[in-house]
């Protein structure tokens, strides 16, 4: 395998796993975990979403979230990202202290209708009006059902590479690619990204992948293997798109870090401290979880 040295690792626990949960969590222990993720050693958190509360009701202390975490390590050298539907959303997150956000837009018009309720078209005419206000505030794109849509079926590679040049046109500083429910496999990945880096020789694109169907870490293998070198996680397996039925929880963060510091690629994470927060999140936000390292004894040593 040819596999690189060093990956980067975006916690989006606090993002992607919260918006799943119905019952409130309290913003103290949203708070919290936060906190213990970054003595984790993550460099890049997504925290929030400024959505509207009536859709995620979860996410409606996003402006109290940003201020107390800004407060808290403003001298430290991390990067806290939020993801916004819309300028409405992208106003909210710059005035609350975000210079990062996440901008997502669907391959597919049928979820890109029904996760944030406009035509694609619509969405970029917004994404570059975010771009032409603010500026100084880095994006990045978010190319949602790259991989499968729950109301499409297969989506063409053509209507990506589509995606990816309007977003080249309006001028966002990243990429990432979504497999949003869980369906891609290994080979579908590998044909993807060679197209893709065919294509768009300059540009990195980064993975956000879920677990639905239990060929996540799989996919990482092939991704490593194609020139991806950030990934998108949450700790615990946390969270599923609420617009996107059948849907499961993302690649476990504890999971991804295991199986790639184990093959000898560096992430700079302290794993222990990772699993530290699983027992919170077992005890006071959801019981059982997709990750397998949350249920493994890890005192016992090989051989025993």
């Known amino acids: 395998m040819i596999l690189p040295k060093s990956i980067n690792i975006v916690e989006v626990g606090p993002r992607d796993g919260f918006q799943s949960i119905k019952k409130w969590i309290p913003t103290d222990l949203k708070l919290q975990i936060i906190d213990k993720l970054i003595e984790a050693g993550f460099k890049k958190m997504e925290v929030t979403s400024f959505v509207s509360p009536k859709a995620i009701p979860q996410m409606k202390d996003a402006k109290e979230i940003v201020q107390k975490l800004s407060e808290k390590h403003q001298n430290k050298e991390i990067v806290f990202n939020a993801l916004v539907p819309n300028l409405y959303g992208a106003k909210a997150a710059y005035e609350s202290g975000i210079r990062e956000i996440t901008y997502v837009i669907s391959t597919s018009v049928s979820h890109n209708k029904a996760n944030v309720r406009r035509t694609r078209e619509e969405s970029f005419e917004e994404l570059a009006k975010i ?79 879920h677990d639905t169907r239990g060929m996540g870490l799989a996919n990482v ?25 059948g849907a499961a929880g993302n690649i476990a963060t504890e999971d991804l870090v295991n199986m790639v510091e184990n093959m000898g690629i560096k992430t700079d994470i302290n794993l ?28 016992c040593k090989v051989g025993e």
């Open 272 to 299: 222990d401290k990772v699993l530290s927060v699983i027992p919170i999140i077992k005890e006071k936000i959801k019981p059982v979880l997709t990750s397998h390292l949350a249920y493994v004894d890890r005192t």
């Open 221 to 245: 293998i092939t991704a490593l293997q194609n020139g991806v070198t950030t990934f998108e996680s949450a700790v615990g397996g946390l969270g599923g798109c609420p617009f996107a039925p």
């Open 131 to 209: 771009k032409e206000i603010f500026s100084d505030l880095k994006i990045k794109f978010a190319v949602a059902t790259v991989f499968g849509c729950p109301y499409e079926g297969e989506v063409k590679i053509e209507e990506v590479k589509w995606m990816v040049q309007n977003g080249i046109n309006i001028g966002v500083d990243e990429f990432c690619l979504a497999d949003t429910i869980g369906v891609a496999n290994p080979l579908q990945i590998e044909k993807v990204l060679k197209e893709l880096n065919a294509t768009f020789k300059d540009i990195a694109f980064s993975l956000h992948l």
